[in-house]
C-alpha cells in the first residue's frame, strides 16, 4: 500500500470517529480502511487506534503519529498547490484584512485596479483595527499598521503610516492658523478614537529631532476617521489624518497643511501573511503588487 494513501485515511478515520463514516468520505469500504489502518500500525509495530465495537479513540503514539501525518499531508498539498499555481495565472479568491482608513481610502482603489489586471481573481476584503490571527479567522493576506512581533507571520515593510493636520481654508480664516503645536490647544481639534469624550486626546509632533505632545479638545469625537475628514472639510476643526488621503484634499483645495514645518506621528506598515508555506501564485501577486504600490517611501 502506498504511505500517504494511508496516511490521509488514517487521518480522516481519527477525524471522523469510525471506520465506516470514514469510508463514506472516501469512497471505499470499511474493510479497506482497516487494511490502510493496519498497513500503517505493521509497520510501526503499535497500536494507533483504540477501537471497539462502538467507539474509537488515539493511543498516545497515535495522538503524536496523527499531527505529524496532518502536517505531512499539508505540506504535500500545499506542493502540488504552488507547483500547479506557477504555472498559471492567478486566480480564486483572496481574503485580505486591513485597518478601516487605510483600507477605505487607499487599499479600496488599489484592489479594483489589481482586478482589472487579473480578471479570474475575486477579493473578499476585511476593513477592522482590532488584533486579527489569520491563520484562526481564515486571512491569507493582511496590512498592519504598527510593529509585527509574531514570528508565524512574514511581514514585509511598506511606505510609514504618516498623519499630518489640515483644516479647511474658511475654518483658518475665522480662528487663524496654528504655527507651533502649543496653539493647537485653543483650536476646535478633531479626535479620533472610540474611547468617552471626557478621557484626554494627545497629538505628538516632532521638529528637529525633538518631540513635543500636546493635548487637543474639539466638539466632535469619532472611531472613523471618515467623518472627521467630511467635518473638517466642512469647517469644524483640524483633523490629524494620513498624509497619502489629505495630499488629495490639499490639492483640490479643500483643506491645507498646518504646521507643516512639524513631522506628524509616523508609524511603519507592513503587508503580511503567514509562515510554513510557499505563497500560491494569488497571494504572490497581491503583496507584490502592495509593495509596489505603497512600497515606496513616497505618499500616494
Known sequence: MDKLSSMAVFVKAS????????????????????????FLEDRLGTALLHRTTRRQSLTDVGRVFYDRCK????????????ALDMRSQPKGVLRVNAPVTFGAFSLAPFVTRYLDRYPDMRIDLTLNDRFVDPLEEGFEVMV?????????????????YRLIACASPDYLIRRGTPRIPLDLEQHDCL??????????????????GKSEEVRISGRIRSNDWKALLHASIAG????????????????????????????????????????????????????????DEFGTDVPK
Not at 504535500?76 to 504552488?82: D, I, L, T
Open 15 to 38: 477525524d471522523l470517529g469510525s471506520f465506516a463514516a470514514t469510508a463514506k468520505a472516501m469512497g471505499m469500504s470499511p474493510q479497506m480502511v482497516a487494511k490502510h489502518v493496519v
Open 71 to 82: 502536517q505531512l499531508l499539508s505540506d504535500v498539498e500545499a506542493a502540488e498547490s504552488v
Open 144 to 160: 498592519r499598521i504598527g510593529e509585527v512581533e509574531d514570528s508565524s507571520l512574514i511581514a514585509l515593510p511598506l511606505a510609514p
Open 191 to 208: 479626535a479620533y478614537g472610540d474611547r468617552p469624550s471626557s478621557t484626554p486626546c494627545r497629538w505628538q509632533f516632532t521638529r528637529s
Open 236 to 291: 469644524y476643526g483640524i483633523t490629524l489624518g494620513p498624509e497619502s488621503v489629505l495630499n488629495a484634499e490639499i490639492t483640490a483645495g479643500r483643506l491645507v497643511q498646518v504646521l507643516p514645518d512639524h513631522e506628524g506621528p509616523s508609524r511603519p506598515m507592513h503587508v503580511i501573511y503567514p509562515v510554513g508555506r510557499r505563497p500560491t501564485a494569488k497571494v504572490r501577486s497581491f503583496v507584490e503588487a502592495l509593495i
